[in-house]
Structure formats: C-alpha cells, structure tokens
C-alpha cells in the first residue's frame, strides 16, 4: 500500500496535472523554500502520525500581480516567479488544498487555510483571497474561507 506522501504526489498530479502544463506551479523542494522565504506560513500540512493527510499552499503577493494573474496577463508560474521577496503583501493566492479521501469534509483544509492566512496577516494587511479553481469542491472551500477571513474572493475564470 502506498504512503500517505505518496499518495499525496499523486492527488496532486491527478488534479494538477502540472507536468503537462508548464504554466502552473510545480512545487518541488527549492519552491518550497523560497515559498518559506516569502513567508513561512505559505505551505501547511496536516500530518497523521502516518505522514501528510493534507496539504495547503498559499502565496502572499501584491494587489499589482493578483490583477496581472487574473487578467490572464501572467501565469501562475510568473506569479509565483515575480513575487518579490521582503515586501508588503495585500493579496493572498489561495494555490491549492489537497486532502486525502478518507480525511475529507472534516475542515481540515479549512482550518490549516485559516491558520495559515492569519499569521500572514499579522504581518501583512491583506485585502484580497484569490484562487484559480480546478474542481467545484475547491470552489467551494475558496468562497466558505473567503466568508470566515472576512475578504473578498476574487477567482480566475
């Protein structure tokens, strides 16, 4: 039977799909820490005691590049690329929530999103959520956090 970081990998293929589509983000070890660099509450994981059950990227970046990404001006990798280190950030990317099958609807994406989004606002006057969505649960999850972190969501269609 595969492990839990295993089966983590392949959700995010299965969903992502970024190995065919050089426009996304492919999160690798060196992003993760230059993620860690712009602040170190973009990447959470929830781990059972087993390994990752849940997975929860954000990228704080400018109001400037949000409106560039959803405009379809840059892609997410550009995002991700031209998000300045050592700035003050006003808008949240809401990258991605992955959550193995069996630990789903238990808001644990909710929770770590939550977390995640008010220790960067203790640095950070954050003003926008927005996301990229790739399935209606994710959709979903967006507009719910959007609502409990009192900002407005904006999406890219």
Same mark, same amino acid.
């Given at each position: 039977?595969?492990?839990?970081?295993?089966?983590?990998? @392949?959700?995010?293929?299965?969903?992502?799909?970024?190995?065919?589509?050089?426009? @996304?983000?492919?999160?690798?070890?060196? &992003?993760?820490?230059?993620?860690?660099?712009?602040?170190?509450?973009?990447? $959470?994981?929830?781990?059972?005691?087993?390994?990752?059950?849940?997975? &929860?990227?954000?990228?704080?970046?400018?109001?400037?590049?949000?409106?560039?990404?959803?405009?379809?001006?840059?892609?997410?990798?550009?995002?991700?690329?031209?998000?300045?280190?050592?700035?003050?950030?006003?808008?949240?990317?809401?990258?991605?929530?992955? &959550?193995?099958?069996?630990?789903?609807?238990?808001?644990?994406?909710?929770?770590?999103?939550?977390?995640?989004?008010?220790?960067?606002?203790?640095?950070?006057?954050?003003?926008?959520?927005?996301?990229?969505?790739? $399935?209606?649960?994710?959709?979903? $999850? $967006?507009?719910?956090?959007?609502?409990?972190?009192?900002?407005?969501?904006?999406?890219?269609?």
């Amino acid at each position: 039977m595969p492990s839990n970081y295993e089966r983590m990998m @392949q959700l995010a293929e299965d969903t992502f799909a970024v190995k065919n589509d050089p426009s @996304q983000l492919d999160v690798d070890e060196e &992003v993760i820490n230059h993620l860690l660099k712009i602040h170190p509450s973009t990447v $959470s994981e929830k781990d059972d005691g087993d390994g990752p059950v849940a997975w &929860v990227l954000l990228i704080p970046t400018t109001e400037k590049l949000m409106h560039q990404f959803l405009n379809k001006e840059i892609t997410e990798k550009e995002l991700y690329e031209r998000t300045p280190l050592n700035e003050k950030y006003d808008a949240v990317y809401f990258c991605s929530a992955m &959550v193995l099958e069996e630990f789903r609807k238990k808001g644990i994406a909710k929770t770590l999103t939550l977390s995640a989004l008010e220790k960067i606002r203790e640095l950070h006057n954050i003003n926008y959520l927005f996301v990229w969505n790739f $399935s209606e649960e994710g959709a979903a $999850s $967006s507009i719910s956090i959007a609502k409990l972190a009192a900002l407005p969501l904006l999406i890219r269609k």
